[in-house]
């Protein structure tokens, strides 16, 4: 585990997320992307509009499989990495750094709190 | 889980291996786009040993092939050559398509699916039994397959002489067919484990990229190739299948196995098509395609590698037009219907 990793919070479904000064940046995990495979497609979420805490913003698409990728915070999208429409393949390269999905500006902060630390995401991954 | 004898080099090579009808198989050594090119634009090499190979025996093989398949082995009367076929129930229905090979000395070999090994095992047994024809299941055969425009390069050493598509090459108990599954120059090579553990360390040792099942999987989509279970199966016939082509009824005093059945279901009104679309996402098998007077369902779907959209096969009305739609997460898709060989509609 990189120590990129060790500093993110995970959801049960996949997605990491990072806290860089009150917002928070978006995206799905290693294992996720390895799971998938090749991704073909992304449909990322509106910059300005406001979402809860789980609801599914994205969507990410691979050869395989089609799969929603959900928000683990309740917020407004601030910022969504542009660079996935063309290149949706940087997600499987770049699965922490470059292939970040949305930025989010949390309501309330603590809901990170409410994330698994990469520990426990590794034990529930390697299940 | 089933394996093959090369399981173990899959997982060294970084195999992702999956349950693919209770064989442990590689889906893909690390990204099924790149395989998927690579056998597109240079070669690669498959391990597809758990298809099935029943080798005849016995006098009557040819007349047991005729009344078995509607394609009709007399087409290769004592060539070295291959010949599909669909092989269907009484009733019409597709059990299982197949390749038949001929390898001298009036001995024919059968190539079927891996999910259908068993049940193809007592339908084969039953019906050569009233032709004296042996049924010899080999089990534990190695089956490679080379493919890709760069083949011929690796293959040429061990054949005789050049063989045009669908011949057969056998030698020291080493068939080489120039068959296939990805609408490439290839050949497939059926021998016993020990030699196949040759052929394939040969082939590694030579970068030929391994190939796992999710590139063999768009490949064969992109080359209008039925896969057998996805696309059709019992409730369906060749003429709802796009392989009606396979039916040989130039023989009038011929008799095969649902031959009745089809002259009643040969004016089928479904036809099996090729859609693409330009837009984003992937409609997968199970999604309905609506058309002018009529809907149909998609079979297989895929995102096409080498055309860099949509692509896939449906179940539609024969007069369904050339533009149809689908609804894919909430949002209306225009399609194009076309043939099902993307290699030929979309080149």
């Given at each position: 585990m990189s120590d990129n990793e060790k500093n993110l919070k995970f959801l049960d479904s996949h997605e990491w997320a990072r806290d860089d000064d009150g917002v928070v940046t978006v995206g799905i995990s290693n294992h996720a992307q390895e799971l998938l495979g090749d991704i073909v497609y992304v449909e990322l979420p509106q910059i300005g509009s406001n979402v809860s805490q789980k609801d599914g913003v994205a969507i990410v698409e691979s050869v395989k499989a089609a799969s929603d990728v959900y928000s683990p915070l309740t917020g407004e999208?601030?910022?969504?990495?542009?660079?996935?429409?063309?290149?949706?393949e940087i997600i499987n390269s770049s699965p922490y750094k470059d292939g970040w999905f949305f930025k989010v500006k949390p309501?309330?902060?603590?809901?990170?709190?409410e994330m698994l630390d990469s520990d426990a995401y590794k034990k529930l991954s390697e299940e | 889980m089933k394996a093959t004898y090369l399981n173990s080099k899959h997982k060294d090579l970084g195999g992702f291996m999956v349950d693919f009808s209770g064989w442990e198989m590689p889906?893909?050594?690390?990204?099924q786009l790149n395989e998927h090119n690579e056998v597109r634009t240079n070669v690669g090499i498959f391990d597809v040993s758990h298809m099935a190979v029943f080798d005849l025996d016995g006098e009557k093989q040819q007349d047991f092939l005729r009344f078995l398949?509607?394609?009709?082995i007399k087409k290769i009367n004592g060539q070295n050559k291959a010949l599909y076929s669909p092989m269907l129930n009484y009733e019409g229905g597709i059990l299982d398509d197949l390749i038949v090979y001929y390898?001298?000395?009036?001995s024919f070999r059968i190539v079927s699916n891996c999910a259908t090994r068993e049940k193809n095992l007592s339908w084969l047994s039953k019906i050569a039994e009233p032709f004296n024809v042996g049924i010899d299941f080999k089990s534990d055969y190695s089956i490679l397959a080379l493919q890709g425009p760069n083949s011929h390069k690796f293959i040429k050493s061990y054949i005789e002489k050049d063989i045009s598509k669908f011949s057969v090459c056998n030698t020291d108990d080493v068939m080489i067919a120039?068959?296939?599954?990805?609408?490439?120059l290839g050949y497939e090579i059926i021998c016993d484990q020990e030699k196949g553990i040759k052929f394939w360390n040969n082939f590694i040792s030579n970068d030929v990229q391994p190939i796992g099942l999710a590139a063999r999987d768009t490949l064969r989509l992109e080359a209008g190739l039925n896969l057998y279970g996805t696309?059709?199966?019992?409730?369906?016939?060749p003429y709802d299948s796009?392989?009606?082509?396979?039916?040989?009824?130039?023989?009038?005093?011929r008799d095969f196995i649902g031959k009745n059945a089809l002259k009643e279901k040969k004016d089928s009104k479904k036809i099996l098509k090729g859609f693409y679309t330009e837009e984003r996402g992937v409609l997968r098998g199970g999604a309905e395609v609506i058309f002018e007077g009529g809907s149909g369902v998609v079979t297989s779907g895929t995102w096409s590698p080498t055309f860099k959209k949509n692509i896939g096969f449906c179940r539609v009305d024969?007069?369904?037009?050339?533009i149809g739609s689908a609804v894919l997460r909430d949002k209306k898709i225009t399609l194009k219907f076309s043939n099902t060989n993307f290699l030929e509609s979309l080149k």
């Open positions: 999208i601030v910022e969504i990495n542009e660079k996935l429409s063309d290149s949706p309501q309330n902060i603590n809901e990170l709190d | 889906l893909h050594y690390g990204s398949l509607p394609n009709d390898l001298g000395n009036k120039s068959t296939g599954y990805t609408g490439e696309d059709m199966d019992q409730t369906n016939t796009n392989i009606g082509w396979t039916i040989d009824l130039n023989d009038i005093d024969k007069n369904c037009g050339e």
